[in-house]
């Protein structure tokens, strides 16, 4: 009896992990493929998390778009210096 109780809870949270970290687009299409059949999961599936571990730009606290920039432009500056310094092979 404990090994089917374990059993179950392990497959319940694999089932919460996978919904968890599923793609946004498949997860709107198992919405679409599961909602005449069960509306109330598709609404569950469906509903937007909220907090902080859900995802970039999810609370509000942050505005995305500038902390990509700032991202982006200091990959650059760190891809400018590489290339810059030049390569010296040395033989032995």
Same mark, same amino acid.
């Given at each position: &009896? %404990? @090994?089917? /109780? @374990? &059993? #179950?809870? #392990?497959?319940?949270?694999?089932?919460? #992990?996978?919904?968890?970290? &599923? *793609? $946004?687009?498949?997860? %709107?299409?198992?919405?679409v493929w599961i909602s005449p059949y069960s509306p109330k999961l598709a609404s569950a599936l469906g509903a937007p998390a909220s907090g902080c571990?859900?995802?970039?730009?999810?609370?509000?606290?942050?505005? $995305?778009?500038? %902390?990509?920039?700032?991202?982006?432009? %200091? #990959?650059?500056?760190?891809?400018?210096?590489?290339?810059?310094? *030049? /390569?010296?092979?040395?033989?032995?």
């Open positions: &009896m %404990q @090994t089917v /109780v @374990t &059993m #179950l809870i #392990l497959v319940a949270a694999f089932i919460y #992990l996978v919904v968890k970290w &599923m *793609p $946004s687009t498949v997860k %709107q299409g198992l919405v571990g859900s995802g970039c730009s999810s609370c509000g606290s942050c505005d $995305s778009s500038t %902390q990509t920039g700032v991202a982006q432009n %200091q #990959l650059a500056d760190n891809v400018n210096k590489i290339i810059e310094k *030049p /390569v010296r092979f040395v033989r032995r």
